[in-house]
């Protein structure tokens, strides 16, 4: 259409006689037409950044409204100071949160006291040993939308109770994946955390126990399983019990 116009423009200043050669003509039909041209371009430019602008803002209002589905996922520390660690955690998003580390760590204490669900919690069974950065070992499975799971302190790791220190310098802690596979970690203020993608460390890393030398090789799933038994049948023993690992997840045995 643009071309047309500009086309039956030049005819009418030809014959009009504004223009008097045949050269003055085509001079005056490039330039109209490379004004039209200019013009079509700046409204494609024009387009073209509108779409990415609204593109953004839509991948921007996504991003918010995961980070405020996530945010729904409600930590809760039960113990206090001096005690073992109790931690509730209740996934109040949309969409299940698989592969659950829970733990709690202290202001100026090294390292961290991990949670589990408790031996006599059917769910234990779903408590895998699984090394991630951190020194975290034990997650539990997934929890569904609208479901909560108490997860008390790992004893067979460390035995202690927390130190007697102000309330406020503990801090529970939940580290997760979510249904696209992306880390989070939230803990029981309320702050949400994306974190970057790492490999687990090597399963005789600080807390964790090393195969002994000379296993056969196994495939890595049943490598973690083997580790995981032996750390829970070689832990130290504590308040005259030892940990030992069933069929349905860990059990204190005397």
């Not at 698989?98 to 069974?125: F, K, L």
């Not at 008390?152 to 035995?159: G, K, R």
């Amino acid at each position: 259409m643009g071309v047309l116009a500009i086309g039956a423009l030049t005819i009418v200043l030809w014959l009009g006689g504004w223009v008097d050669s045949t050269a003055r003509l085509i001079a005056y039909a490039v330039a109209f037409l490379a004004v039209g041209e200019a013009g079509l371009a700046a409204a494609a430019i024009g387009v073209y950044q509108e779409q990415r602008e609204v593109a953004r803002q839509q991948a921007d209002e996504f991003a918010r409204a995961r980070i405020a589905d996530i945010a729904q996922i409600e930590i809760e520390r039960l113990s206090g100071p001096g005690e073992l660690v109790t931690i509730s955690v209740r996934n109040a998003s949309s969409r299940a949160i698989r592969n659950v580390y829970v733990w709690a760590d202290v202001r100026g204490v090294a390292g961290h006291y991990a949670a589990g669900i408790p031996p006599q919690d059917a769910r234990s069974r779903h408590m895998i040993y699984v090394p991630r950065d951190d020194d975290l070992h034990w997650r539990l499975r997934a929890i569904k939308p609208g479901a909560d799971a108490l997860f008390t302190q790992l004893t067979h790791m460390d035995p202690n109770p927390v130190p007697a220190v102000a309330d406020a310098d503990i801090t529970a802690f939940a580290e997760f994946a979510d249904a696209d596979g992306t880390w989070w970690r939230c803990d029981e203020d309320g702050t949400v955390t994306k974190r970057q993608p790492g490999e687990p460390p090597a399963a005789g890393s600080h807390h964790g126990q090393r195969p002994e030398a000379g296993d056969a090789p196994q495939s890595q799933p049943h490598r973690r399983e083997l580790t995981g038994r032996r750390e829970l049948q070689h832990s130290a023993r504590f308040a005259g019990r030892v940990v030992r690992r069933n069929r349905s997840g860990y059990s204190d045995v005397p």
